[in-house]
C-alpha cells in the first residue's frame, strides 16, 4: 500500500465515522452504532468489563472451554481449518487449540490489523508448528477467506456472545452469509448468552466498579476526540436495563440537562432526559436459537453449558 492510499483510507474511515455519528444523533430516536465503542480506550475498558464478578459472560465462556476442550477438538477432527470471527487476543482460543492436534491452520480474522498482529506473534511462539493465517477484515460484511489448495473441513468460531449484539435481521444475515462460506459437513461454533433472571443481566451491565458505564460514556470521549465535538460527559448518564419483550439488554446515554451539542458542522439539540440508544444485547434460548440457525442451514449438533447455565457453545452442522 502506498503512503497517499494508507492515507486516503484513513480519512475515509474518519469521514465514515463522523458522517454516521451525525446521522444517528439527528434521527428522532438518537442513536449511535456499538460497533464505534471499539477504539483503544473502548478495548481497554471492555478487557476491564470482562473481568469483573459481575459480567459472567466470559469467565462462562472460559469454563466451558477449559472443561470441555476436549470434545471440541473433536468435533474439529483432524486438518481442520479453524478461522475465528473477532479473534481479539485470541486468549480464549488457546484452549481449544491445546487440544486440537493435526490442526490444518487456524485463520484469525480481525477488524484491528494492530491486535491482530500481536495475537499471531504470540500464538506464533505457542504453537510454532501451526499454519496460522491471519486476516484483517470485517466479519460483519462479505469476505472472502485465503485460497487454500486443499478441500479441509472448515470451522467457523465466534465465541463472546458477539451475535448478541447484532440486531435480528443482521444475525440473519450474518448466519446465512456464514453457511454460504461452508461446505455440508463444516461447522459453526459460536456462544450466545442465556435468557436468565433479570437481576443477573442487570448487574453484568451495571458493574459496581463502573467499567461499563465508562465503556458506554467513551464513546461520546471518543467522538469528542476523533471529531470537532463538545460533549459535557459529566451530564450524561449510563443507563442500561434488560428488555424482556425483545429478550435484550439495552444501553442507553441521557442527558442529564437539556443541552445543544456541537458535533463537526452539526448543533445536536438534546432535552432533558432524552437518551442516545448506544447498544443492544440480545439473549437467547437454546431453542430459539437453534430454530434461528435451522433457518439459515445449520443442524445443531452439540450444546455446551456453564455450571450455573449462564452461557451456551454451540456446535452446528452445515
Ligand atoms: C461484545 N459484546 C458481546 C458485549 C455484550 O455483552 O453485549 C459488549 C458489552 N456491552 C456492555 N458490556 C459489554
Same mark, same amino acid.
Given at each position: 500500500m502506498t503512503k497517499e492510499a494508507s492515507v486516503e483510507n484513513i480519512q475515509s474511515a474518519a469521514a465514515t465515522f463522523q458522517e454516521e455519528v451525525i446521522t444517528g444523533l439527528q434521527e428522532r430516536k438518537k442513536r449511535l452504532s456499538?460497533?464505534? !465503542? @471499539?477504539d483503544a480506550q473502548g478495548a481497554y475498558l471492555f478487557d476491564q468489563i470482562t473481568e469483573t &464478578? &459481575? @459480567?459472567y459472560l466470559t469467565s462462562a465462556e472460559l469454563e466451558i472451554l477449559q472443561h470441555h476442550g476436549g470434545d471440541i477438538a473433536e468435533k474439529l477432527g483432524e486438518h481442520c481449518r479453524f478461522i475465528e470471527f =473477532?479473534? =481479539? /487476543? =485470541?486468549m480464549k482460543t488457546k484452549y481449544v487449540l491445546d487440544e486440537? @492436534? #493435526?490442526?490444518h491452520s487456524y485463520v484469525p480474522i480481525d477488524i484491528s490489523a494492530p491486535y491482530l498482529s500481536q495475537s499471531i506473534k504470540e500464538l506464533k511462539q505457542d504453537y510454532p508448528t501451526l499454519t496460522i493465517e491471519g486476516m484483517c477484515a470485517d466479519f460483519t460484511t462479505p469476505i472472502s477467506l485465503p485460497e487454500s489448495a486443499g478441500h479441509e473441513k472448515k470451522v467457523v468460531f465466534f465465541p463472546g456472545?458477539? !451475535? =448478541? #449484539? !447484532?440486531e435480528p435481521m443482521e444475525g440473519e444475515l450474518f448466519l446465512k452469509r456464514t453457511a454460504a462460506m461452508l461446505e455440508k459437513g463444516d461447522g459453526l461454533l459460536i456462544g450466545i448468552d442465556l435468557v436468565k433472571n433479570p437481576d443477573i443481566l442487570h448487574a453484568a451491565y451495571n458493574d459496581t466498579q463502573g467499567y461499563t458505564a465508562a465503556f458506554n460514556k467513551n464513546i461520546l470521549e471518543r467522538i469528542n476526540r476523533e471529531m470537532d465535538a463538545d460533549f459535557d460527559l459529566a451530564s450524561f448518564e449510563h443507563y442500561a436495563f434488560y428488555q424482556p419483550i425483545e429478550k435484550r439488554i439495552e444501553m442507553h446515554l441521557i442527558s442529564q440537562v437539556e443541552q445543544t451539542v456541537q458535533v463537526g458542522p452539526a448543533s445536536i439539540p438534546f432535552k432533558e432526559g432524552? /437518551?442516545?440508544?448506544t447498544e443492544n444485547s440480545y439473549k437467547f434460548t437454546v431453542h430459539d436459537f437453534t430454530v434461528l440457525a435451522a433457518k439459515c442451514g445449520f443442524t445443531r449438533d452439540k450444546v455446551w453449558l456453564d455450571t450455573n447455565q449462564h452461557v451456551a457453545l454451540l456446535y452446528f452442522e452445515r
Open positions: 456499538p460497533k464505534h !465503542f @471499539y &464478578d &459481575d @459480567y =473477532g479473534s =481479539g /487476543s =485470541g486440537a @492436534y #493435526n490442526l456472545s458477539s !451475535f =448478541g #449484539n !447484532f432524552e /437518551s442516545i440508544h
